[in-house]
């Protein structure tokens, strides 16, 4: 079975520029969550998805955004680009929406902001 | 807010060792806490997922304990070894989120 799959693997932007992010998940699985990992806050929570629908945001601004589709796969935008969005974007995947269903991660998006 | 920390930050031993990471969290209201590895560069691997029903979680040389009344828990890793080198990480999930500690970086040297 294929591991959750987070593409590109880096990316380079400049200062207001925006940025798509892709996570396509284990297949079957239908929960995505998306965080955000830099050298001072570490990991941070972003936002999750199930079945098309966000459950819980993080407390990030509203530059950053998201969705799922109908396959489960998800997005993440982030506009407006700043210096501190530079960081490892790592995205995860369960098998569903309940309280004990382990997460599994892709290897992450390194965004690089100048 | 759910505050997690992980104790030591960075921890050196020599092959064959056993040793304990150790994790704190400060609202024990949660639903589970989840250890991962990450290694350079690399997204987080899983280890050991214990509901908040649980006391302790086995996987190969790896136990993992929790207690939810005193908001701690530990990772012990058996027989360690080279490839074990990376950091740790602790998670507690929560009901809306999910709170990670900064992670024990471990090194074992052959």
Same mark, same amino acid.
């Given at each position: 079975?294929?591991?959750?799959?987070?593409?590109?693997?880096?990316?380079?932007?400049?200062?207001?520029?925006?940025?798509?992010?892709?996570?396509?998940?284990?297949?079957?699985?239908?929960?995505?969550?998306w965080?955000?990992?830099?050298?001072?806050q570490?990991?941070?929570?972003?936002?999750?998805?199930?079945?098309?629908?966000?459950r819980?945001?993080?407390?990030?601004?509203?530059?950053?955004?998201?969705?799922?589709?109908?396959?489960?796969?998800?997005?993440?935008?982030?506009?407006t680009?700043?210096l501190?969005?530079?960081?490892?974007?790592?995205?995860?995947?369960?098998?569903?929406?309940?309280r004990?269903?382990?997460?599994?991660?892709?290897?992450?998006?390194?965004?690089?902001?100048? | 807010?759910?505050?997690?920390?992980?104790?030591?930050?960075?921890?050196?031993?020599?092959e064959g060792?056993?040793?304990?990471?150790?994790?704190?969290?400060?609202?024990?209201?949660?639903?589970?806490?989840?250890?991962?590895?990450?290694?350079?560069?690399?997204?987080?691997? =899983?280890? &050991?997922? +214990?509901?908040? #029903? *649980?006391?302790?979680?086995?996987?190969?040389r /790896?136990? !993992?304990?929790?207690?939810? $009344?005193?908001?701690? =828990?530990? &990772?012990? +890793?058996?027989? #360690? *070894?080279?490839?074990?080198?990376?950091?740790? /990480?602790? !998670?507690?999930?929560?009901? $809306?989120?999910?709170?990670?500690?900064?992670?024990?970086?471990?090194?074992?040297?052959?």
């Open positions: 079975k294929a591991g959750v799959t987070q593409t590109p693997r880096y990316l380079i932007k400049t200062r207001g520029q925006q940025v798509t992010l892709s996570c396509s998940p284990i297949s079957g699985h239908r929960s995505v969550s965080y955000q990992q830099t050298p001072g570490g990991l941070q929570f972003l936002f999750e998805y199930f079945s098309e629908t966000q819980n945001k993080g407390n990030f601004p509203g530059r950053f955004s998201g969705r799922q589709f109908s396959n489960s796969r998800s997005e993440m935008n982030v506009s680009l700043e501190g969005d530079s960081a490892l974007y790592l995205c995860a995947s369960s098998q569903d929406d309940s004990n269903s382990p997460l599994h991660f892709g290897n992450g998006t390194r965004l690089t902001v100048t | 807010k759910q505050e997690v920390t992980q104790i030591p930050a960075a921890l050196s031993v020599p060792e056993n040793l304990v990471l150790n994790c704190s969290f400060t609202d024990s209201a949660i639903y589970n806490l989840q250890w991962f590895r990450q290694d350079p560069g690399k997204g987080l691997t =899983s280890l &050991l997922l +214990i509901q908040s #029903s *649980q006391r302790e979680q086995t996987s190969g /790896l136990n !993992a304990s929790l207690d939810k $009344s005193s908001g701690r =828990s530990t &990772l012990y +890793i058996a027989a #360690s *070894q080279p490839g074990d080198s990376a950091t740790y /990480l602790c !998670a507690v999930k929560g009901y $809306s989120t999910l709170t990670f500690g900064k992670g024990t970086m471990l090194l074992v040297s052959p």
